[in-house]
């Protein structure tokens, strides 16, 4: 049965763990499916992981749209949360509705996410009433990197506690079913999940949230640097870079292909074709 949000929050009054990944694309979706997870995040880490950019700051709504349908393509049971990217939601609230109304409806997800706190949550609050569920993001929110000054812990300080507490709790009143926190202390992020009804998922944040999530390709070992808060479960990289390598040297010394790939003509229609022309075979 596909997932809901009302699982989530179910999840988390059962203790239950509730595990996330990031997709881009059809396949990777597919797999996530398969594997049982619940809840797949179309990031806008598209930026950095597929797209080659430096920051999450370059992706579009078309981007987002369109990474999000083949998502939705792949997976059939996960709940599919697509990220708002960088201005889709900051310049005012209508543009916030429109276009998480477009993920929604243009591009089949369930959900959408947005980084902020207090900032957003009227954004959060007309989007959830416009009937979108959303996830929020807290600490280090990759859009706002220039103002943070760098890819750093947030929330070290008693202020930045205190904000980031009244910050989950503006978004939970708002209506977002669940909240993202990345790059927090682990017992800042223990005891906002304590205050929270909504169940928090933690990237680089500690054992204590209700969920965690993780970027696919560091997971898989296709990233170019593995963040401190990351496990690599697998090393398809080099899996890729021996199979590329051996594919080119078969085709570099005439292994490939070979006769069991290649689809034969019948002799006489070559013969009316080609005459007396020798074809090797
Ligand atoms: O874009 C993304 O992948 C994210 C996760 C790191 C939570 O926002």
Known sequence: MPVRITK??????????????????????????????????????????????????HVTMDDMVRHTQAVVRGASEALIVADMPFMSYQASIEDAVRNAGRLVQEAGAHAVKLEGGKSVADAVERITEAGIPVLGHLGLTPQSVNQLGGYRIQ?????????MLEDAEALEAAG??????????????????????VPTI?????????????????????????PKHGKQYANLKQIIEEALAAYAGDVRDRNFPTAEHTTEIDDAVLRELMGDVPIDR
């Open 8 to 57: 989530f929050r179910e999840m988390k009054r059962a203790g239950e763990p509730i595990p996330c990944i990031t997709a881009y694309d059809y396949p990777t979706a597919k797999l996530a499916d398969a594997a049982g997870i619940p809840l797949i995040l179309v990031g806008d880490s598209l930026g950095n992981v597929v797209l080659g950019f430096g920051s999450t700051v």
């Open 155 to 163: 929330g070290r300080t008693l202020p930045q506690a205190q904000e």
């Open 202 to 226: 933690g990237i680089g944040a500690g054992a204590g949230c209700d969920g965690q999530i993780q970027v696919l390709h560091d997971v898989l070992g296709l990233s170019d640097r593995l």
């Open 176 to 197: 977002a079913f669940g909240i993202v926190l990345e790059s927090v202390p682990g017992p800042l992020a223990q005891v906002v999940t304590k205050c929270l009804r």
